[in-house]
């Protein structure tokens, strides 16, 4: 298996199925700026340091995700719209355990 299927519902509430490759080391913020579900500018400002929650998630399914890290946690509690299903999606690297996601991306504002 060299790709997982995630899906992604945008802004605007449309539902997507993407390809993810376990390898490229990918994550999902990339994954979202590669389909363009998001606009450039209004996701991963920060360029996936955890510095800004401009590619901020709801994690919609069951899925075990890699722990918070502190700077991740810091950044949350700064972040607008933030619910207890709130990550980073820079922060999730792509594994095969994703298989099937389902994540929402967060209003911008």
Known sequence: MTDINI???DRLG???N???PLDMSMNIMELIKSYELADDASIGVC???????SCQ???????ELNPKSDEEEAMLSEAFNLKSSSRLSCQIPITKDLKDLIIRIA???
């Open 47 to 53: 360029g996936g340091m955890a510095m800004c929650a």
């Open 7 to 9: 899906i992604i519902i």
């Open 18 to 20: 993407v390809l993810a």
């Open 14 to 16: 449309k539902k997507h």
């Open 57 to 63: 998630c709801y994690i919609e399914s069951t899925h």
């Open 107 to 109: 209003p911008e504002y």
